[in-house]
């Protein structure tokens, strides 16, 4: 784990303005706790906080190479799985280049195919390079953005890190929130739109991306497209493929100087990672594989009455981890736990986001940080493996709107009139799938617009996928663990995106492909367990304690809320009796919602437009 920062200016040196990197270097504190390194010149400063991990995860610190007579400094949050074969490229280039060296073969492979060699790089990255003659700022993240990297213009300087917060405590970065920002939080929370910061002049490399900054300005690249076209495999060829990489994927995120952990709910992808890491444990110095799982109190009285989990996950888990023969752990919260971290849960996030999502996650990555420095996590694009779940056959609509906006009418009818008239939401929204089709034509090689088939699948990568990764990323660095995630290797991708959907739903079932690649892994039971989603907190106890910290909140003068809320539908909306359904989970969800927004506008000392 490690966290990276940085002030350059190509056109007027700041010797004098790096020592603001101190103020940006607290803010990533978390995100690496044992060392802390920096690069210092006329033009660029770099920053590099890290954790207890050897060269196999993101190598020095911080550090400059001198190669035909220019030089290079680097400085890399994350790691690469194919460090190998990228060498090996080079030798056959007649460059020698140490594989455990990371920081080094980045800089000799860029020197070597410039730009080109970012699409290369199997991994979870985002770095920073500096050419040190020719004043150039390149900025890249990994295909799917799995580790974040934000950054800001102040006129002629850029100052980058991976933490909004760190930018935030640059003392010439004014903090704002403006409509754009605004209709950000209110339609589209805990996502937002590709390459949005929320707060105004924050912007994110957006995955797949780089940015090349001098002296004129910073521009935006795509380095990673995908290749429309027909799949040619036959089905044993297709099924023998998918086994490969899957298990590949795994085993090369196994590797690791450091104590390796999972997590696992009893679902496919977790499992799947538990079978495969149980069947080489040579990978693991064959010590024993520990799992994680989180739960809540009262889970068995409220886990069906609103037909949003199909059925428990513990059995499952169970028959798994006996399986697998893993050490698991459960983790059970309590509404006490859940109210007590919803404020470091948006602080760690740096936006409001999913109040019980977020906080029973980093609390359990907490729990994991105490024995492990590394997780392995099933995340990944559910669409892209046909699972249907999330958007699928609800997904084609003759609405012009993202899917998972379809109840934002009772989320804005808390909001003022003013407040609507200025974000326009359904205009907003509109605006964003206008957006979103329109960028996949970029995104795709051949340059073909988007297909209704696609459309799901599309807009899982785009939307779903980077903010559900930016959400794990978030809580477990907060907690100082660093979570993996092998089903988001960007060659599964390429491989699963050409596949038809009618494949991938092999024998008529979600992931069916996925399922029958993988069989003999687990017992069949486990393997076509259907999807089940991320446990929801329904506790009456809960949102009994969320209403009350609410009332409190928009009561008081002092909370920025106050000034753009209905108060008056609130209340009344707050008044109406507990009610098991989905709209229980929702309402709870909104209150806490509500309060962090109200702290993150505290915190940040923003002012709305």
Not at 43 to 69: D, M, Q, W, Y
Not at 281 to 289: H, K, V
Not at 499 to 513: D, F, S, V, W, Y
């Amino acid at each position: 784990m490690s966290g990276i920062a940085g002030i350059v200016s190509p056109a007027e040196d700041i010797l004098q303005k790096s020592v603001n990197l101190c103020c940006m270097s607290e803010a990533i504190r978390t995100r690496g706790m044992t060392g802390a390194g920096c690069y210092i010149s006329p033009n660029a400063a770099f920053l590099k906080r890290t954790g207890p991990f050897g060269p196999s995860c993101g190598g020095a610190l911080v550090s400059e190479h001198l190669i035909e007579g220019k030089s290079y400094a680097i400085t890399m949050d994350g790691t690469i799985y194919n460090t190998k074969e990228l060498a090996a490229d080079l030798e056959a280039a007649g460059i020698r280049c140490s594989s455990v060296n990371i920081s080094e073969l980045i800089i000799h492979s860029f020197v070597k195919w410039k730009e080109s060699f970012f699409e290369k790089i199997n991994g979870s990255f985002a770095f920073a390079i500096w050419n040190k003659e020719d004043k150039t700022l390149f900025l890249v993240r990994d295909h799917h953005g799995i580790k974040p990297l934000y950054y800001s213009l102040i006129g002629q300087t850029l100052i980058f890190a991976s933490d909004i917060k760190a930018i935030t405590r640059h003392p010439h970065f004014k903090r704002t929130i403006d409509k754009e920002g605004l209709s950000e939080l209110i339609c589209l929370s805990p996502r937002h739109t590709p390459g949005s910061g929320v707060i105004k002049g924050i912007s994110q490399v957006r995955p797949g991306h780089f940015v090349r900054f001098s002296e004129e300005g910073a521009k935006h690249y795509r380095y990673w497209v995908l290749e429309d076209g027909i799949h040619e495999d036959d089905l044993i060829e297709t099924l023998s493929t998918v086994r490969e990489l899957v298990t590949d994927s795994i085993k090369r995120q196994m590797y690791s100087d450091v104590n390796l952990c999972g997590f696992l709910s009893g679902g496919l992808y977790s499992s799947l990672i538990t079978a495969t890491v149980s069947q080489n444990p040579m990978l693991l110095n064959n010590s024993i594989y520990n799992t994680w799982s989180v739960d809540f109190e009262k889970a068995n009285g409220f886990v069906f009455s609103n037909g949003y989990r199909r059925d428990l996950d513990l059995p499952w888990i169970r028959w798994v981890s006996r399986k697998s023969n893993t050490r698991h752990h459960y983790i059970i919260l309590s509404a006490e736990d859940m109210i007590g971290a919803l404020f470091e849960a948006e602080e760690a996030s740096g936006v409001p986001g999913v109040p019980d999502y977020d906080t029973s996650l980093l609390l359990l990555c907490r729990e994991m940080k105490k024995d492990f420095d590394i997780a392995l996590a099933g995340d990944c694009s559910d669409e892209l493996f046909g699972s249907g779940y999330k958007l699928g056959e609800h997904f084609i609509t003759t609405k012009k709107r993202l899917p998972w906006t379809s109840n934002l009418a009772e989320k804005i009818s808390v909001f003022k009139n003013d407040v609507i008239d200025i974000i326009k939401p359904y205009e907003f929204i509109e605006k964003c799938y206008e957006e979103a089709l329109a960028d996949y034509t970029k995104f795709s090689k051949n340059g073909n617009s988007l297909n209704k088939e696609r459309e799901a699948q599309w807009f899982s990568l785009y939307w779903n996928l980077p903010c559900y990764l930016e959400r794990l990323d978030k809580m477990s660095m907060a907690s100082g663990l660093e979570v993996r995630v092998p089903f988001c290797d960007f060659r599964l991708t390429e491989y699963f995106w050409k596949i038809p959907q009618e494949l991938k739903r092999l024998n008529n079932m979600e992931r069916g492909l996925l399922r029958e690649a993988m069989r003999g892994f687990l017992p069949m039971d486990i393997l076509e367990r259907r999807k089940n989603p991320y446990p929801r907190f329904c506790d009456p106890e809960y949102e009994a304690q969320i209403k009350g910290m609410l009332h409190e909140t928009v009561l008081d003068p002092g909370s920025p809320i106050r000034y753009l809320l209905n108060i008056k539908t609130l209340e009344s909306m707050m008044k109406q009796p507990l009610d098991l359904s989905k709209k229980y989970t929702t309402r709870a969800r909104l209150y806490g919602w509500l309060i962090q927004l109200n702290n993150f506008l505290l915190n940040y000392d923003i002012t709305p437009f």
